[in-house]
């Protein structure tokens, strides 16, 4: 398996301007997690799923963010409107139930200009 | 005062030094522990897993637990410019990953 696939690597963006984040998760982990990882708050969890279904999305920091799963191999999560404060590395992970590791993506590194 | 605390480094050693990396917490429901190592510019990796109480060794790596303190370490034998990275200790209360804590991290540089 090649692990938690994430799309793009890096994004570079202008303030206002939506941005999608893509994770595809390792085949047969069913749940998925969305993380920020900033030099001043560490790794935050944003958002995380499970089978799918969005279970607890109080890290989300606030409604410019959306997260979503249509399928057991693909999530995003979206920003619009993008903001500066937004700059930081974005992570998704996938675990399962019987495993407590959860395997990491890349990341992808935002940039909010 | 934030659920898991971790001294944020930089912390610098000569290759073949001990080193000790710490974490406290408040939350006494925490039952598992975990030490991630993330290298720059790529995403954690988990190192060593232990649960409850008690030490777990996996070659030159040591994780203790101490519930009774709230406190966990780990500790490397004979750390290698290799384990140059940043250690980010999780916790959960449940042995499934969605309400894994993460502490900030520390930052490590062995230095040849």
């Known amino acids: 398996d090649a692990g938690v696939i994430q799309s793009p690597r890096h994004e570079v963006t202008e303030m206002g301007q939506e941005v999608t984040l893509r994770c595809k998760p390792i085949s047969g982990h069913d749940y998925l997690f969305w993380y920020r990882q900033t030099m001043m708050r560490g790794l935050e969890l944003l958002i995380y799923f499970n089978n799918n279904v969005p279970i607890d999305d109080s890290g989300m920091p606030e409604d410019r963010f959306s997260a979503k799963m249509p399928n057991a191999s693909f999530s995003t999560l979206k920003i619009q409107p993008s903001e500066p404060r937004d700059s930081a590395v974005y992570f998704c992970?996938?675990?399962?139930?019987?495993?407590?590791?959860?395997?990491f993506g890349q990341g992808t590194r935002l940039t909010v200009v | 005062q934030k659920e898991v605390e971790q001294d944020p480094g930089p912390l610098s050693v000569p290759e073949g030094a001990i080193v000790s990396l710490n974490c406290t917490y408040s939350?006494?429901?925490?039952?598992?522990f975990m030490w991630y190592r993330q290298y720059s510019r790529k995403g954690p990796e988990l190192l060593m897993y232990t649960y409850s109480s008690g030490n777990k060794e996996d070659g030159r790596f040591t994780a203790q637990v101490d519930k009774s303190s709230k406190y966990i370490s780990l500790f490397i034998r004979d750390s290698q410019p290799s384990d140059s990275a940043t250690y980010l200790c999780?916790?959960?209360?449940?042995?499934?990953?969605?309400?894994?804590?993460f502490g900030p991290g520390t930052r490590l540089s062995v230095l040849p």
């Open positions: 992970a996938s675990s399962t139930r019987e495993n407590t590791e959860a395997f």
């Open positions: 999780a916790m959960s209360a449940t042995n499934y990953g969605q309400n894994f804590v």
């Open positions: 939350n006494s429901a925490f039952q598992y």
